[in-house]
C-alpha cells in the first residue's frame, strides 16, 4: 500500500503528516509541485513479463505521459533480491541528489521509497505498483529499493540519453528512515 509521510527536515524523529489515502497523498504532493497517481491495475501481467510485454499492456498510458510532459522515450527497468549487483545499486541513489529533468516513475509491480526535500519538509512516498511518481527537474531528492529489491517501473524521459544524478552534498537523507524490505 502507498504511503506518504511528511516531516520537517530537522525532526526525523516526528512526522508531520502519514497517510495512505491515494486522494490525500496526491494533494500534498500537488501543493509541493509534484505529480503522483494510482492507475488501475487494469493489465493483467505474467509475474515474469519483461519489458516489452509491459511496454505493451501500458501503451496508452505511456503515450498519454509522454504527450503531456512532452517526454521523448521510455524504458522499463526491474531488479529482483537476487541480483549480483544489488546492494551497488542501492547505494547509487541514496544521497540527495537532483536531476536536470524531471523522473518520472510508474510501478508496475514492487515498490520503492522516493524521499523528496521541498523547502523545509521531507516527503516520504513509498510507492507500490499502481503508483505514478513525477517529480520535477531539480527537486532534491533520493530513492531506496531497499536491501532486497523488487520492482518492475516504467520510466519515461526528456532526453534519450537518460538522466544523470547531480548530487546535493548534503547529508540529510542519512537522517531520514530508509526502505527496510
Same mark, same amino acid.
Given at each position: 500500500?502507498?504511503?506518504?509521510?511528511?516531516?520537517?527536515? !530537522?525532526?526525523?524523529?516526528?512526522?508531520?503528516?502519514?497517510?495512505?489515502?491515494? !486522494? @490525500?497523498?496526491?494533494?500534498?504532493? @500537488?501543493?509541493?509541485?509534484?505529480?503522483?497517481?494510482?492507475? =488501475?491495475?487494469?493489465?493483467?501481467?505474467?509475474?515474469?513479463?519483461? =519489458?516489452?510485454?509491459?511496454?505493451?499492456?501500458?501503451?496508452?498510458?505511456?503515450?498519454?505521459?509522454?504527450?503531456?510532459?512532452?517526454?521523448?522515450?521510455? !524504458?522499463?527497468?526491474?531488479?529482483?533480491?537476487?541480483?549480483?549487483?544489488?546492494?551497488?545499486?542501492?547505494?547509487?541513489?541514496?544521497?540527495?541528489?537532483?536531476?536536470?529533468?524531471?523522473? &518520472?516513475?510508474?510501478?508496475?509491480?514492487?515498490?520503492?521509497?522516493?524521499?523528496?526535500?521541498?523547502? #523545509? %519538509? &521531507?516527503?516520504?512516498?513509498?510507492?507500490?505498483? +499502481? #503508483?505514478?511518481?513525477?517529480?520535477? @527537474? +531539480?527537486?532534491?531528492?533520493?530513492?531506496?529499493?531497499?536491501?532486497? =529489491?523488487?520492482?518492475? &517501473?516504467?520510466?519515461?524521459? !526528456?532526453?534519450?540519453?537518460?538522466?544523470?544524478?547531480?548530487?546535493?552534498?548534503?547529508?540529510?537523507?542519512?537522517?531520514?528512515? %530508509?526502505?527496510?524490505?
Amino acid at each position: 500500500m502507498s504511503r506518504l509521510t511528511v516531516y520537517h527536515e !530537522d525532526r526525523p524523529d516526528r512526522h508531520l503528516l502519514c497517510t495512505e489515502d491515494g !486522494d @490525500a497523498i496526491a494533494a500534498e504532493l @500537488a501543493a509541493a509541485g509534484v505529480r503522483f497517481e494510482r492507475w =488501475p491495475a487494469a493489465h493483467e501481467l505474467a509475474p515474469d513479463a519483461g =519489458p516489452e510485454a509491459i511496454g505493451e499492456a501500458y501503451a496508452p498510458e505511456i503515450e498519454r505521459l509522454m504527450r503531456e510532459g512532452g517526454y521523448r522515450t521510455w !524504458d522499463v527497468i526491474g531488479l529482483h533480491p537476487a541480483h549480483p549487483d544489488k546492494d551497488t545499486l542501492r547505494r547509487k541513489f541514496l544521497e540527495e541528489h537532483t536531476h536536470a529533468e524531471d523522473e &518520472v516513475r510508474f510501478f508496475v509491480d514492487g515498490e520503492g521509497l522516493f524521499t523528496l526535500h521541498i523547502g #523545509d %519538509r &521531507v516527503y516520504e512516498v513509498l510507492c507500490t505498483a +499502481g #503508483d505514478l511518481m513525477g517529480v520535477p @527537474a +531539480g527537486t532534491p531528492h533520493w530513492f531506496d529499493m531497499g536491501p532486497n =529489491p523488487l520492482f518492475k &517501473v516504467i520510466r519515461v524521459f !526528456d532526453n534519450p540519453e537518460g538522466w544523470v544524478a547531480e548530487f546535493t552534498g548534503s547529508d540529510i537523507a542519512g537522517r531520514f528512515p %530508509r526502505l527496510e524490505n
